[in-house]
């Protein structure tokens, strides 16, 4: 069974700094992986959506990596602003046998950018 | 550009009662999901569906219904509400399933005492 994993669960960070938000998976089968960003009282937002062959993806201040093998992802936030405060979520799509397509969440990273 | 509307965005149920959440997408999207967001669980997958008429049970089926009768509509029903389905119920659609991002409802905050 997928089981997806996000550290930290919390983040706070000065404005201006760089910070890296990180994504686990436990197997390494999947079809694709989003990063999605969700704002209190509202639904999610897909940022960037890699697919399993892909190494990254970027959007303007965002950069999404893929590393398959070791069943790791990560978000690069360049030159965080307040406005970037929200829970950041990545979700695995599964390939492959009774759960093809399925995403499975991650619990969520809370990030905080003060002034 | 509206996207996915649900209704409506909060309800309190008496344990026992029955509900429609609502939920529409003007995208002309074939793929729409149901989703149920519990606190430190992450979502859950309750329902999809891959087009009109056709729908399939995601990880957490019990206790809810689906139907798909055009493309734009896929209410989710509950029966004899139960306080374990307290929960932020959120709409999804996408144009090519996993293919292609997903787009999300504001969501619906359903208590159930």
């Known amino acids: 069974k997928q089981e997806v994993t996000q550290i930290p669960a919390a983040l706070s960070v000065p404005e201006g700094e760089n910070l890296v938000l990180n994504c686990s998976f436990t197997?390494?089968?999947?079809?694709?992986l989003q990063w999605f960003r969700q704002d209190p009282g509202k639904g999610l937002t897909s940022l960037l959506l890699?697919?399993?062959?892909?190494r990254e993806q970027t959007s303007g201040r965002l950069n999404a990596s893929l590393d398959k093998s070791s069943g790791r992802s990560t978000l690069y936030i360049a030159a965080s602003q307040p406005g970037d405060s929200a829970t950041y979520l990545c979700a695995v799509a599964n390939a492959g046998g009774t759960s093809y397509g399925k995403l499975t969440f991650g619990q969520g990273t809370i990030l905080t950018v003060h002034p | 550009n509206a996207g996915v509307t649900q209704t409506p965005k909060f309800r309190i149920l008496k344990i026992g009662q029955s509900m429609t959440l609502q939920c529409t997408q003007d995208?002309?999207?074939?793929?729409m999901y149901w989703y149920r967001q519990d606190p430190g669980m992450g979502l859950k997958l309750i329902y999809y569906?891959?087009?009109?008429?056709?729908?399939d049970k995601g990880e957490v089926p019990n206790g809810y219904n689906v139907s798909r009768s055009t493309t734009e509509d896929f209410p989710l029903r509950l029966e004899l509400a139960a306080p374990s389905q307290t929960s932020v119920y959120f709409c999804a659609s996408s144009y090519a399933g996993l293919n292609s991002p997903l787009h999300f409802g504001n969501g619906t905050r359903l208590t159930v005492t």
């Open positions: 890699i697919q399993s062959s892909q």
């Open positions: 995208m002309n999207h074939n793929y």
């Open positions: 197997d390494s089968a999947i079809y694709n």
């Open positions: 569906s891959v087009g009109a008429g056709i729908t």
